[in-house]
């Protein structure tokens, strides 16, 4: 079963495993050549290639892709290119550049192919060292040709240079051993190449047949270690991960998909590293013989999305939940409340004083007031609860499944107190307090927007009876 386009550019391995699978499973030279090019145009991003047969020291063409079309391309070159005389004595990848060169190669065409400036020329080499046949990518970009770009058509070249071998030879009669044996030959052009571990595994991961050596660098395990327990890949997926990357690998042999999974492991120093694990079955006359995977970190990558998602959901100078986020949150808490038939309280809170302490005493005096206020709330509600700044010296709060009225006077209470507290780095020369409005679910509404609203009114009608007191938006006063 091919896997996806999105799939293969996600994972360059994962495509050189579906192409080496392909092009075993055919003896067409022309559907090999047509699978070669296809999956060098993915593995690059290119905007077209060919391939051409080594026939008479001359290279053969009969067609190109653009991505999206086949177009026919009947024509032969020979030595008179330089080029061309250039793969047949070097028998190495190398670009051609210039318009001119590129150009004159169009000529010889007999038909143009999508513009380009460059074009990179990956030999096909046979087992005898022999010039089998020629990859041929077209693009405008030379930056798609890196070091790593290069590695990757090499790969796949010399998958091909075994899959048109065995085709010319008709040997129908590979076994299961010469198989491993040529999927790890080729497999470890790959390997070197990459910051990443690859591994053969038996289908169901229990038996790890081949690691690479990378996996010193990134999981600080020699690979004798590594290999020596066969456990050791599974007992060191972290506690919270492991069960659903288990069911995940039993998943995808079910529906017969590649395995595809990011999950924390702990390396041998015992700290945890985020990891991208991606695997395909390789298949043989139909029937499946073992995985072949990659494992990248990705450690990086999850901290800066934990950074994105602090960001965006929460208040950068408290770490309280945002606005947003307590929108969020107040949205679930009404849809589990109407669900479950409970109470809640929402809470809205106006600090005191604040704008004398920050015009008196600066800004940076300021936020230390904000910081420690947020501390303050936080400890007397409990984990289910949620706190959010909404903007300046202004907090709200959900009291999640509340029973009584009672229950919320206790709590406001200690909340007032809490913020009326002495402030150290403030000294004795101002004094904060707390005007709070309350209002409650379903008494005051049913609604998110117009709970905000009852609250934030009972707040000011705290504000305007005296300051330091709460307020229900029925106006029972503190």
């Known amino acids: 079963m091919s896997i996806t386009d999105q799939e293969m550019l ?26 070669a090019i296809s999956s060098a145009m993915l593995l690059v991003h290119a905007k077209a290639a060919t391939s051409a047969l080594m026939i008479d020291n001359a290279l053969a063409f009969s067609e190109f892709s653009d991505g999206s079309n086949w177009q026919p391309l009947p024509c032969r070159l020979a030595l008179e290119e330089e080029w061309v005389d250039d793969l047949i004595k070097t028998r190495r990848s190398f670009i051609v550049s210039g318009s001119e060169d590129v150009s004159a190669f169009d000529l010889h065409m007999g038909q143009t192919v999508p513009v380009s400036d460059h074009l990179v020329v990956v030999p096909v080499i046979g087992k005898e060292e022999d010039l089998l046949a020629c990859l041929l990518i077209f693009d405008a970009d030379a930056s798609l040709f890196d070091d790593q770009s290069r590695a990757l058509l090499e790969s796949l070249a010399s998958t091909m240079s075994i899959a048109i071998e065995n085709s010319i030879l008709l040997a129908e009669s590979r076994t299961i051993e010469v198989d491993l044996e040529k999927s790890v030959a080729t497999y470890r052009t ?39 327990n066969q456990e050791i890949w599974s007992q060191q997926i972290h506690d919270e991960d492991r069960d659903r990357v288990l069911a995940e690998v039993q998943q995808s042999l079910k ?19 985020w990891v991208q694990d991606a695997a395909s079955k390789v298949i043989d006359h139909e029937q499946d013989l073992y995985f072949q995977g990659v494992v990248h970190d990705i450690s990086e990558r999850k901290e800066s999305e934990k950074k994105l998602m602090q960001m965006a959901h ?95 006077q206790v709590i406001a209470n200690k909340l007032i107190q809490a913020i009326a507290a002495p402030y150290e780095h403030m000294g004795d020369t101002h004094q904060v307090t707390m005007s709070m409005g309350i209002a409650v679910y379903p008494e005051d509404s049913t609604n998110r927007d117009v709970l905000i609203t009852a609250a934030d009114n009972a707040m000011y009608a705290a504000k305007n009876s005296g300051k330091n007191r709460y307020c229900f938006h029925q106006c029972e006063k503190s």
């Open 10 to 35: 996600k994972q360059p391995f994962l495509l050189l495993t579906d192409a080496s699978n392909r092009m075993h499973a055919s003896l067409d030279i022309a559907e090999i050549t047509r699978i």
């Open 190 to 228: 790959l390997v070197e190449q990459i910051p990443a571990i690859t591994y053969i595994a038996s289908l169901d991961r229990s038996r790890i047949l081949f690691v690479s050596p990378q996996i010193e660098g990134i999981l600080g395990y020699s690979q004798n270690d590594f290999l020596a």
């Open 255 to 273: 529906d017969n998909i590649p395995f595809h999974s990011e999950y924390r492991i702990c390396s041998k120093d015992g700290n945890y590293l």
């Open 314 to 408: 929460f208040d950068q100078l408290t770490g309280l939940a945002n606005r947003g986020l307590f929108h969020d949150r107040l949205d679930q808490v009404v849809a589990h409340s109407k669900r479950h038939q409970q109470k809640f309280a929402v809470l809205y809170l106006d600090l005191d004083g604040f704008k004398a302490v920050n015009d008196n005493l600066g800004h940076q005096v300021g936020d230390d007031l904000l910081i420690e206020a947020a501390c303050r709330l936080k400890s007397k509600v409990r984990e289910v609860d949620t706190v959010a700044r909404m903007g300046g010296d202004e907090f709200t709060v959900i009291l999640d499944d509340v029973h009584c009225r009672e229950t919320i």
